[in-house]
């Protein structure tokens, strides 16, 4: 082993003292100074960090590696020393030694660098210096622990619920509250005041429900809603969720931040709690969420500019340690020139991006798959004013809204160029609207999909279905009052609603499966709509974010019928908890479906068996109020006739204090309504 020159520390303090009887000196005087003041041998190794795998290059090389790691390993914290033992020919020999100001930032290197992929061959294998002695005397023999392991939290205790219902959180004024959905009432599984500063966000599988605060984040989850991760950030604004609840991604606009030392942007592995990587805003435009995952959590993205930059996980490196750039070299980007964007599937590794016209080049879609960076479709696109890119939520088709110029240029419309991502060579449908459209939705698990469109009150919304004949229209609802359509997330039924806005509150509910409106409802200056996992229930609300009067919610079932209404002072948010994904195949989902009568007779008795409970308790509710105001009634009655005498002491001038003696006086009082004007046509005379 090379031992760096930082690793040898020895001090040697030689005192010659010659004793001298004529002077007749004090030897012990100079004894104190030499174990009082002699400098300390720094035996403290826990802020270095042994990194190795590194590349072995010559001596030519090396200024240009240690250029490159330095870059990496500085990210991780600020380093004191850095050095790269050589061997005879002085080139590298495969590791280094990194010492850093502090041991949270050498700890904090160990947990971000370990497997830190530097390239193909290179994968960073990173231990603590302190840690060679526990390693070095681990003893031959394995001693199983004495200790117990803490019994694991289940995360999904909350879908053992027989009865398969839902939980909903809300927060209100002060509280929040988690409630289980039931048909006639619910029920509160837990209430708390000032649980969060801000607002909250479920995890997309529902194991965890995040809470804000003013030094960062909380994650609490399992039966008994206990506090189980914690993430320092100072003043976090917004927060991320990996897919597959792996990685939470944070991001403070009030810490210090900058390329050197980056802070803004923070990507956390949720089950360690460990900080895997920051980055800077530095001089970028943030728009959220900063990162786009893959489906998979094995890949995480962001656009600047005309790059495109793939991360890896878990190391957090760049992929191929290269950006993908989708534009060439002469391109500049400015304000003028609409904003280039793309998305993953939600299904696949493919990364779907678009590029605007540049000189004689069209603008163009192009499907890429990661990591193989393989084209797998390009689509070129004419007289682009710009796109939006919009995936079916089973990742079977991808909609890109273009915007297109006419020839004049003094007009536009658009198409929807829609790709069969499960066919061969990935067949594109296009589908034009010369009017103006308002908004685009996929059904989540099928193959309509909902255009609303035209001005202002001449305001449409059409559904369309695909195949391998192409798209064909279902149905148009002309002249309604729409600005959304909400689908239910198993598909087919969906509301087309009203939303923010003076003439807000009209919820149409409609069966695509036959094109039938099953009901129109009213909830004036509804703001909100949100579906519960299974598409049975619908929530309509009215935020006091927006509004602020009239706040509450009201639950619908997905025929429109109302079956619950909740005001509450100052409603901010309400959010159904997600469900993970069915471990049903599609064939037995089909099964289920194809043979849902036989299942009915069973769910109709427990539904019936549900609503006696229902009944029952409502019973020996008011029974318990009966009984309790009967009790309060006699007591007072027996009160007053032990007082009567008294009473009768005190006025003796009346006789009999029964009601038939008191005297009533009524007193009318007036106030102002509301006036009503009304112009009458002048009149001749």
Known sequence: ???????????????????????????????????????????????????????????????KLRSVLQKVFSSFGQIVDFHL?????????????????????AMNAVAQGQGYKLDKKHVFNITLMSDFDKYINTPEQFEAPNETMPEAVNLTSWLENQD?????????????????????????????????????????????????????????????????????????????????????????????????????????????????????????????PFFKWSHDDKFFARMIEDKISVYETPSMGLLNNKSMKVMSDSYTHDATKPELSFAWSPSDNILSYWVPEEGQRPAKVVLVSIPERQELSVKNLFNVKECK????????????????????????????????????????????????????????????????????????????????????????FEKVNVNAVSWSPRGQHCVMASLNGSTAGLLTFVDTGDMNVMNQVEHTMATDLEWDPTGRYVVSAISFWREKVDNGFFVWSFQGRLLQKHNMDKFYQL??????????????????????????????????????????????KRRKNADSWSSYRTDRERHFRDIGPKLRAMRADVKDISEANFQEKEEAIEFFVREDVELLDKLDV
């Not at 082993?1 to 007749?24: E, I």
């Not at 050589?86 to 041991?103: A, M, N, P, Q, V």
């Not at 993430?231 to 969720?241: L, Q």
């Not at 309509?448 to 195949?467: D, H, M, N």
């Open 85 to 105: 033992p050589l061997d005879d020919e002085k080139g590298t020999i495969g590791y280094g030694f990194i010492e850093y100001s502090s041991r949270e930032e």
């Open 575 to 620: 959010l159904w908890r997600p469900r993970p994904p069915t471990l049903l195949t599609k064939a037995h989902i089909e099964k289920i479906k194809k043979n849902m009568k036989t299942y009915q007779s069973r769910f109709e008795a427990q539904d019936k068996l549900q609503q006696s409970k229902a009944s029952a308790e409502m019973i020996e």
């Open 389 to 476: 890119i919009i995936w079916q939520q089973q990742g079977d088709y991808l909609c890109v809204k273009v915007d297109r110029y006419t020839k004049s240029k003094k007009a536009s419309f658009t198409n929807f160029e829609i790709f069969h991502m499960r066919e061969k060579l990935i067949p594109c449908d296009v589908l034009e609207m010369k009017e103006k459209v308002e908004a685009f939705s996929w059904e989540p698990c099928g193959d309509k999909f909902a255009v609303i469109f035209g001005e202002t009150p001449r305001i449409s919304v059409s559904f369309y279905q695909l195949s391998s004949a192409g798209v064909a229209l279902l149905k148009s």
């Open 164 to 288: 398969c219902e839902d939980q909903y959180v809300v927060q209100h004024g002060t509280q929040t509250t988690v409630f289980l959905n039931r048909r006639e009432s619910n029920l509160v599984v837990q209430d708390r005041k000032a649980w969060t500063d801000s607002y909250l966000a479920w995890s997309p599988k529902g194991s965890y429900l995040a809470t804000f605060h003013r030094q960062g984040i909380a994650l609490w989850g399992g039966p008994e809603w206990a506090r189980l991760h914690r993430f320092a950030h100072v003043g976090v604004k917004f927060i991320d969720f990996s897919p597959c609840e792996r990685y939470l991604v944070s991001w403070s606009d009030e810490v210090p931040d900058s390329a050197a030392n980056p802070q803004a942007i923070i990507v956390w592995d949720i089950k360690t709690g460990a900080k895997k990587r920051a980055f800077s805003t530095e001089g970028t435009k943030v728009a959220w």
């Open 1 to 63: 082993l090379h031992t760096p020159p930082h690793l040898t520390r020895c001090c040697v303090l030689r005192l010659t003292c010659q004793q001298s009887r004529a002077a007749d000196m004090e030897v012990d005087s100079f004894t104190g100074f030499h174990e009082r003041d002699a400098p300390k041998l720094n035996q403290n190794l826990d802020n270095i960090i042994v990194a190795d795998n590194m590349p072995v290059v010559p001596a030519a090389k090396i200024d």
